[in-house]
């Protein structure tokens, strides 16, 4: 699973069609409107009902940045006025006020994550705030096993990266994942991104002084004017710095529903055989540099905690992407924040108003959701081996959901069999695997499980296969 996957370009231009990226199923687009707080609260009194009641994952969204990133897709909203984002921290601590009691006081906080946005907009004093509310509000484990993670842009650092680090330690933080995308001035500026190789490698430097478990780096390939000599240039930039994981993201450019994209000139935009060769070139360097493939977008050195959980099996996807806390229930603060509890998944209003009102009346700000069905369930548990393991265990579902796989999916597997054909796909009696290349569009073989998507019609808003 975790060798380099080769590039098959016929085969990856046949299955470049937008697909989801199946951080959970059913994706959010199949979330409704009629799910609100009140079903929240039942899924989340039977999970506590459990003997054995699950951990929690936290996830807090902290929507501010100071400047736009044209290639963005993400619920943000900008301003340079850090009283929003005390404001904000404010209303976060009253939401994990209202959502705490939901969930038993003795189920431990595994995994926390700030996500955005820009954490980092945060003054210091305010995330020390907000750590402090946290912890008064959910039992935030100080175990080694402990995930305390948080995104941080290097270009805006509250102060110097070394007392930084140092601070975000001594809050409980011992992962951060940084931003950089491209180090070509040319490609900075086309995506409005000013950022130095010296911001960023000083900021992995102080991470890795303060003892952090793990450094991660987001790039991604297909933005405007990139080439492949410079793209190497910040692979090379990249991968000589050592970051524990790194993930290579496939741009997509959907200015109809993102309007910051609207600033990229398309004809600035490499075409599908030069994205290919982006992708290729990230493969072929992060291979050669020791990085090992999991899956989707991502890469990670051999003594990664990723790369074990999926070695012994306990690699999981949810809304944070891979994680090896397979055994939580996720719950979301902040505006766009998403849920996912056993049984059920939620998510808080996009609007940022709309969801300071819910609190401001005291109640949960839930604007959507949805409760899964045994099909639903089934049908995750198949998209998550795929998505994670690259494979399906056929007698392991069998017994679990108590079906006939093949007679089950057999629609499912008919939508397969030109997958099977291309060499994407091996069939045997106990397993359908992914090869080498069906790795790189594990996507599109997940698709063919999802009874949601239309065969017709391209979803909006999900990314390309590749």
Known sequence: MNATPPIDHALLRRYDRPVPRYTSYPTATQFQECFRAHEFRQH???????????????????????????????????????????????????????????????????????????????????????????????????????????????????????????????LGFNRVSLGVQDFNEDVQRAVNRLQSVDQTLDLIDACRDVGFRSVNVDLIY?????????FRHTLRIVTSARPDRVAIYGYAHLPSMF??????????LPDTEARLALLRLAIEELGESGYRYIGMDHFALPDDDLLRAQQAG????????????????????????????????????????????????????????????RDDQLRAAVIEQLMCHGEIDIPSLEQVHEVAFREYFADALALLAPQVADGLVQCSTDRITA????????????????????????????AKAV
Request: with cysteine.
């Open 222 to 230: 297909g933005l405007p004017k990139q080439s492949l000599q410079e």
């Open 314 to 373: 306990t690699l999981q996807r949810n809304f944070m992407g891979y994680t090896t806390h397979a055994e939580c229930d996720l719950i979301g603060l902040g505006v766009s924040a998403i849920s996912g509890l056993s049984d059920c998944y939620s998510q808080n209003f996009r609007d940022l108003r709309h969801w300071e009102r819910s609190l401001e009346a005291g109640e949960l700000p839930i604007w959507r959701g949805l409760s899964l069905t």
């Open 435 to 462: 090869t080498a290349t069906g790795r790189l569009l594990l996507r599109s073989i997940a698709n063919c499980f999802d009874r949601y998507v239309s065969r017709d019609v391209p979803v909006a808003g999900m």
């Open 44 to 170: 989340a009194a039977q999970g506590n009902a459990q003997r054995a009641a699950r951990p929690i994952s936290l996830y807090v969204h902290i929507p501010f940045c100071q400047s736009p990133c044209f290639y963005c897709g993400c619920n943000r909203f900008i301003t340079r006025d850090a009283a929003k984002g005390e404001r904000y921290v404010q209303a976060l601590l009253k939401e994990a006020q209202l959502v705490s009691p939901l969930f038993r006081a003795d189920r431990p906080v595994r995994q926390l994550h700030l996500g955005g946005g820009t954490p980092n907009f945060l003054k210091t004093d305010t995330l020390g705030v907000l750590m402090d509310g946290l912890r008064q509000n959910f039992m935030l484990t100080a175990g080694s096993d402990r995930d305390f993670s948080i995104e941080l842009d290097p270009r805006s650092l509250p102060e110097d990266p070394a007392s930084y680090a140092q601070k975000l330690a001594q």
């Open 259 to 268: 309007k910051a994209q609207k600033h990229i000139n398309a004809a600035d």
